[in-house]
C-alpha cells in the first residue's frame, strides 16, 4: 500500500463527517483522533471491516502505529512514514519539539524505541497529512512529502546546535546533560529549583506553502490537495490506476507542477499535484 492507494480511497470514501463517524464507532475520543483513524482507514482499505478484519489488514498494512507523543503516526510496511495533524483553520501546524522532518532517521533522539524496532530500516520518506476540521467536519484535507515540504535536517540542527553553544556559555549557570537545549540547575539559593529549555517548533501549513501551485475551492463541501515530486511519483507502480480514475471522476484533477527546492528555492522541482473536489 502506498500514497496513490490512499488518494484512489479517497475519491470512493470522502468522509466529511470525520468526528461523528468515527466516535460511532468508538474508535476515536477526539477530533485529531478520528482524523487520524480516518488516515490509516484510507490507507489500508477497511473503512467498512469488522474490528477484526480491520485489526487483521492493518497489520498487513503497517509495521508501526504509533503514540502522541513523537513521530510518525504510522509506518507503512517497507514503504513511507506518516504523521497526521489537524487544525481548525488557516492555522500554522504545531510541532512541538520535534522539528519539520525532510526525511525520517532511525537515529533521530525524538523516535520510539519501539519504531525504530518495528522493521529494519536506516530512514524513510515521511507524508504530512494535514486536516481542516471545522466542527467535526473535515473541510479540507492535504498530503505532502517532507522532501517537498520541509528543508534538510542539517538546517534546524545547525541553527539548535548554535542555540546550544550560546545558552552553556552563559557564565556561572550549572547545566547538566541533557537533550534539550539546556537544563539547569540549583537556580535558587536553596539549589532545588532547575530549569528546562526546550524548542518549540511550528511550520507553515501546506496550502500556504505551496499558494502559488493550488488555490482551494471555498464554495466547495471539500478540497483535497496532494503534492508528489516527480522522482518519488515514478517510483509508484500504480499511477496508471489513478490516472485512469482521473478520467472517469471529475472531481479528481492531476496536473504537472513546479515547486520551489526546500533546501535552495532558487531551483524549481517538478511535481504532480492531485486534487480532489466535491
Not at 25 to 33: I, Q, T, Y
Not at 193 to 204: A, D
Request: charged share 30%; proline share 3%; with cysteine.
Amino acid at each position: 500500500m502506498n500514497i496513490i492507494n490512499a488518494i484512489i480511497n479517497l475519491v470512493s470514501n470522502p468522509v466529511i463527517k470525520v468526528a461523528a463517524t468515527y466516535k460511532s464507532k468508538n474508535r476515536a475520543n477526539s477530533v485529531g483522533d478520528a482524523l487520524e483513524e480516518y488516515v490509516k482507514d484510507l490507507f489500508a482499505g477497511t473503512f467498512d471491516a469488522s474490528k477484526k478484519a480491520r485489526i487483521i489488514k492493518w497489520n498487513q498494512v503497517f509495521s508501526y502505529l504509533g503514540g502522541s507523543n513523537s513521530p510518525p503516526d504510522a509506518m507503512l510496511k517497507e514503504g513511507d512514514a506518516i504523521e497526521v495533524k489537524k487544525i481548525e483553520s488557516d492555522s500554522q501546524i504545531a510541532l512541538n519539539s520535534s522539528y519539520p522532518k525532510h526525511k525520517l532517521y532511525c537515529d533521530d533522539s525524538k523516535i520510539a524505541k519501539k519504531c525504530k524496532q518495528a522493521e529494519q530500516w536506516n530512514e524513510k520518506d515521511i507524508i504530512y497529512i494535514v486536516g481542516i476540521v471545522n466542527n467535526g467536519l473535515l473541510k479540507s484535507l492535504c498530503m505532502v512529502y517532507g522532501l517537498d515540504y520541509c528543508a534538510s535536517k542539517e538546517c534546524y540542527e545547525s541553527l539548535l546546535n548554535r542555540i546550544k553553544d550560546g545558552v552553556v556559555s552563559i557564565p556561572d549557570v550549572d547545566f547538566c546533560s541533557t537533550k534539550e537545549i539546556a537544563h539547569i540547575n540549583k537556580i535558587d539559593p536553596l539549589k532545588i529549583t532547575y530549569m528546562r529549555v526546550r524548542g518549540m517548533w511550528g511550520i507553515e501549513n501546506p496550502w500556504h506553502v505551496f499558494d502559488y501551485v493550488y488555490e482551494r475551492d471555498n464554495d466547495a463541501e471539500f478540497n483535497f490537495m496532494c503534492i508528489i515530486n516527480e522522482d518519488k511519483w515514478k517510483t509508484f507502480a500504480n499511477t496508471k490506476d489513478l490516472e485512469k480514475l482521473s478520467l472517469s471522476d471529475e472531481s479528481l484533477k492531476i496536473s504537472d507542477v513546479k515547486i520551489q527546492d526546500p533546501d535552495n528555492p532558487a531551483v524549481l522541482n517538478k511535481a504532480k499535484l492531485i486534487t480532489i473536489t466535491k
